[in-house]
């Protein structure tokens, strides 16, 4: 990708004070990066809202995933940075081996801290750090997965009076992570991925 798609992709930082929903929240683990791609690439570049991808990978991994969901979306996407402040029209991937936390002031901050079920980063941990900044502002996505990370994060952001979505697990590479925070956090919706784009975009309007 060039300089110039890159500072396009870049320039969409739009202020979502009138917005209801700031920050989506994308947790995945195995089979993760073929289950999100469809959902960015559903989002227009001028997505008003900010977007967070925690997905479990290797800590020696390279920035492949990035790569692969920049080529696969229109916004663009990058890892996120310690102390970065979170802009909207930009989605943010977790890096490996850290566990990614959301700070009341909008930026985020990284840890070493030991493994959250058996992951860093780890999809609870960031879904409640940021459950607690954003509140109803929050909307957190679990898909496909074989463990059940993210189940309690998401019913923290249920608690808070954020929205609550999950992939079915039908569709699932994984099931298991579905299940669990369906029994957990009794999403607001339940649906195949090729639905979860189109809603993201409608939830972007409601003000």
């Keep these: 990708m060039n300089n110039t798609e890159i500072t396009q992709k870049s320039d969409n930082n739009y202020i979502t004070k009138n917005h209801k929903y700031k920050v989506i929240i994308i947790g ?18 001028e997505f008003a809202l900010s977007v967070i ?14 790569r692969s969901l920049d080529d696969s979306s229109k916004m663009h996407v990058k890892q996120a940075d310690e102390k ?7 989605v943010y991937v977790a890096p490996p081996n850290y566990h990614l936390l959301i700070e009341d002031d909008g930026t ?3 840890s070493v801290e030991g493994e959250v079920n058996y992951a860093r980063p780890s999809i609870d941990v960031v879904f409640e750090s940021a459950a607690e900044v954003y509140g109803e502002g929050l909307v957190g996505v679990i898909l496909t997965g074989a463990n059940k990370d993210g189940s309690l994060g998401l019913k923290k ?3 808070a009076g954020g929205l609550a979505i999950v992939q079915t697990p039908e569709t699932s590479e994984a099931a298991d992570m579905p ?9 607001d919706y339940v649906l195949p991925i090729e639905k ?12």
């Design 28 to 45: 995945a683990s195995t089979g993760g990066l073929k289950a999100i791609q469809p959902i960015l690439s559903a989002l227009p570049a």
């Design 53 to 66: 991808v925690v997905m479990h990978r290797h800590k020696d991994t390279d920035s492949y995933l990035e």
């Design 84 to 90: 970065e402040e979170i802009k909207a029209g930009v």
């Design 108 to 110: 985020f901050s990284m």
């Design 157 to 159: 952001i249920k608690e």
């Design 179 to 187: 299940r669990a925070a369906m029994a957990v956090a009794r999403p």
């Design 196 to 207: 979860i784009g189109p809603l993201l975009r409608k939830l972007e309007s409601e003000g």
